[in-house]
Each structure stands twice: as C-alpha cells, then as structure tokens.
C-alpha cells in the first residue's frame, strides 16, 4: 500500500463521536403565516353561542339553484324554485307542477337567449356555463351589467309580464340550461280552475311587498324631509328578526402521547414533551384556519351570499375583477384573502396591462395591494381540478371581507379562559398514564367565524390560475426587445 493512502490522523467520522452536534428544533413544512387568524378580530364569547341580532328581511334575497348532474342530466329539487323571489309565495302544488314543465337545453358559445326590446316567454336555470346580461347604454353600445353562471336564473318575469325585455342575455360558454316556457307555465296552471287564481294572487302579492322595503329586503323607514310646513310626521318602527342565526363555538380536538421515559431521559437540549405539543398545536392551528375558510356550516365561503357572490370574465383574475368586487364590499373593505396562485395569477394580469401593483408591509412582509387594499395569501382556499393529482393549478376563489364588530364586518369567535388554556381558547389536560408508561394530554381548541351583515364578504369564483401571457417581440434570446426582463 502506499503511503499516501496511509491513515495520517484520526477520521472525522470517529471525530464526531466526541463532538457536540448543533441541532434544530423539529421543522415542519406545513406551517404557514396564517395571517388570516392574525388578522381577524377575535370576540370573546362566554357563553359558548354568539347571537347575530340582524332587522327583520320581508323580503329574502335570491338563492341559487341548486342543481345535480345524475347520469349525465341536469334536475333540480322543486323546493329549489322558491329561491326565485318571484316564486318564493306558490303553494306546494303549484311549484311541483311547474318543476314538471321544465326542459333540458344544450346551447353553444355565442348564442342570444333573450333580445333587448325583445319580448320573452321563457325563464331559465343555469345548470352549466356562463352568460352575460347586455344591456344598450346612453351612448348606444353594449355594456355588460352582469356575469352569471352555475345555479343563477333569469328571464322569471318574462313569465308574468308581456313588457319588452330591458337586456340582452347571450352565452360566453357552452351552456346547459333548465327551461320552462310562458307556454309550459300556462299549461301547468290550466291543470286546476284555482291554480291560474293562486299563482296571480302570489305574484301580486310579492310585486306589492317589493314596493315597501329597500334594495336590502329590509322595511323602509318610513320619514319626511323638506322645508314645509303643516306636514304630518309619519310614525314607523324597525322590527328586528324573530330567528337570528346563532353560531356555536366548533371545536379541534387531539390527543398526545409521550412515553415518560422519553420525557424523562432525553429532554436535552431540547424538552420532548414540549417539542411534542408545539409542532401539534401548529397542526391544529392550521386546521383551524382551514375550518374558518371551508366548514360548511361556518366557513367563509360557504357564508357568501348569493348576491355577494361574482364570477372572472374570462377565466384569470383581472384589475376589473378586483375592482368589480370592491364594489361589491365598498365599505371599509379590509383585505382581500386569495390562494398564493391565484395572486401569482393577478401579478401576471397587472404585468401585462403595465400597471405593476403596489406593495404593503404586513408582519414584516411585502404584500401586493390593488386600490390600497392588500391581497393577504393562504393556501387554505381550495383548488378545484379535473386531474386530481395536481391540486397546484385550477380554479379557485378570491375573498374580499370587512371585519370587526363596530363596521358590522367579519369577526373570528373564541372563548379566553377555558381551564387548563394554554394559548386564548386552546386548552392542554394530562388525561393521566397507561400502564404502558404512556403519558396522554387532551388538546382542544374552539372557535368559529361569523358575518354579521352579508354585504361584509364577497366572493370572485372561477379564479384560473394557470394562464400565461405569450409576449410578443421576443429577442434573440426569448427575452423581450428592449426590456432586459
């Protein structure tokens, strides 16, 4: 052998048998900011359920349909049709045998459902795509009032009156529609002499009701204003809801188990039980902030309402878009709440339209804003994918909320002070030792979120995030002339 393979010192593996190895504490990848719980305002509830006291809606707002593909075809329950306002009055006979009129119809991209000036005779339900409402401006040209699209109808009062449509309705996708024409309708009230009678007194009655309450559903206030004199003052009140909706805290529950003699033998450098709750109570914070976005029965996009709720012109998230939905939560809008995607998807948008957006620091990070507002991500906001297996590209949807209890905004719920808290509402309890030498300790969390009033949180659905721009005017070197980016 030669000499120089000859060991000429002591190995560095045998070394490290008499070195101090400089650790870590226990890393884990799922942790993320969770700015959304940071930045929620949290109210203390003490008695385990927070009342939302609202005034009382004569008049509920429109709900989507609800609509199921079984084998291919689109129906719906009949109940479904009283979430038409127009509809929400008919008796139970009546709106079974109109749900018996309705027809499947497939239409293509481009095509005009309703004309405006038009008359119409039909009403529709939207089982699958999209349609824009048109209407003609001042100045003569199409402008776009609005975007509907799965579970949203139109056309309801063509039923009831023979005025002129006011709107173009066309389709921007292939659509699947549920129909019922004037001509149904008419057969279906001919089945019995009182069903004509009821239906009329029910449309009546719901056309007078409209008459007295504002665009909210709400009862107007009934008041005077003006400079003359010998005016009777009128006298009002406001009545609030006999059935305010109650929210129950909602609760993380887990168990850890640590041997004793873990715990006992080797909590250097690092404490074992210590080390054990940190990274559990991480897991169960990020499972809390995934409940306050996805629980159906609390969850924030579960509690959007109808007329809350928009859908992207054309796929990816836009500056109109955004601005689209400012306008829908316009008073004292906080942030907006959007999946790290789908914020990379509006930077691209921004970048191509050259309007860069500015940046915010929040915690210590930059943040985008668009209109001053910052777009906060979270991962938590689901991904909705043909191809299962890349759950990183889709669509998905983009919050914008208004928060706190004094702006009648969104509010996180908890209870400080539960025995054995180690955290505000978190609790850790020794439930005792096994006779394995296996110590275990209940870990609980509760929580919950509430809206106060629904005009604090609108949604933009349909959020794609997967398109990208093809620049044109390349380089040589697939860079843009000029640019240097």
């Not at 168990?255 to 690092?270: E, K, M």
Request: glycine share 8%; proline share 6%; with cysteine.
């Amino acid at each position: 052998m030669s000499d120089n393979l000859l060991q000429r010192s002591v190995t560095t593996a045998t070394a490290r048998n008499l070195a101090n190895t400089t650790k870590t504490a226990p890393k884990m990848q799922s942790i993320t900011p969770r700015w959304l719980l940071s930045l929620l305002p949290w109210v203390q509830v003490d008695g385990g359920t927070y009342r939302v006291n609202r005034t009382k809606v004569e008049l509920p707002p429109a709900q989507r349909i609800g609509v199921d593909f079984t084998a291919g075809v689109a129906s719906f329950y009949p109940e479904s049709l009283r979430n038409v306002p127009l509809f929400s009055r008919l008796p139970e006979s009546i709106i079974a045998r109109m749900h018996d009129k309705f027809h499947v119809e497939e239409v293509s991209l481009g095509n005009k459902l309703i004309g405006e000036g038009e008359d119409g005779n039909k009403f529709f339900v939207l089982a699958q795509g999209q349609v824009e409402v048109l209407s003609k401006g001042v100045h003569g040209s199409d402008l776009r009032l609005a975007l509907l699209s799965e579970g949203e109808f139109f056309g309801e009062s063509d039923l009831v009156s023979d005025r002129p449509s006011e709107v173009t309705i066309r389709t921007i996708t292939p659509c699947v529609l549920l129909t019922l024409s004037r001509k149904d309708l008419d057969a279906a009230l001919d089945e019995a002499p009182m069903y004509r009678e009821e239906f009329q007194r029910a449309v009546v009655e719901h056309q007078e009701l409209q008459s007295t309450v504002n665009r909210y559903g709400e009862r107007n206030i009934d008041l005077v204003s003006g400079f003359a004199e010998n005016v009777e003052i009128p006298e009002t009140f406001v009545d609030y809801s006999d059935k305010p909706r109650e929210y129950s805290l909602s609760a993380v529950q887990t168990v850890v188990r640590v041997h004793t003699r873990v715990s006992d033998l080797y909590n250097g450098p690092f404490d074992q039980l210590q080390e054990q709750m940190r990274l559990t109570i991480e897991g169960i914070k990020e499972r809390q902030e995934w409940e306050i976005i996805n629980n159906k029965k609390f969850g924030l996009i579960h509690s959007v309402d109808p007329t809350m709720r928009i859908s992207t012109r054309y796929g990816a998230p836009t500056p109109d878009d955004l601005d689209d939905l400012l306008g829908l939560v316009w008073k004292k809008p906080a942030f907006f709440l959007a999946h790290p995607k789908a914020i990379a998807a509006f930077a691209r948008e921004c970048t191509w339209r050259g309007v860069p957006p500015p940046t915010v620091d929040l915690f210590g990070v930059p943040v985008i804003t668009w209109r001053g507002v910052p777009l906060v991500p979270c991962d938590k906001l689901e991904m909705k994918n043909r191809y299962s297996g890349n759950q990183s590209f889709g669509t998905t949807s983009i919050l914008l909320m208004r928060t706190g209890d004094a702006d009648q905004g969104v509010v996180g719920l908890h209870q400080a002070g539960i025995p054995g808290e180690i955290m505000p509402s978190l609790s850790a309890r020794l439930m005792g030792l096994d006779s394995l030498g296996v110590a275990s300790y209940l870990l609980t969390l509760y929580f919950s979120c509430a809206v106060q009033t629904e005009d604090a949180l609108g949604v933009l659905e349909n959020v794609e995030v997967g398109y990208y721009h093809d620049y044109e005017h390349r380089g040589a070197h697939g860079f843009l002339d000029g640019s240097g980016i």
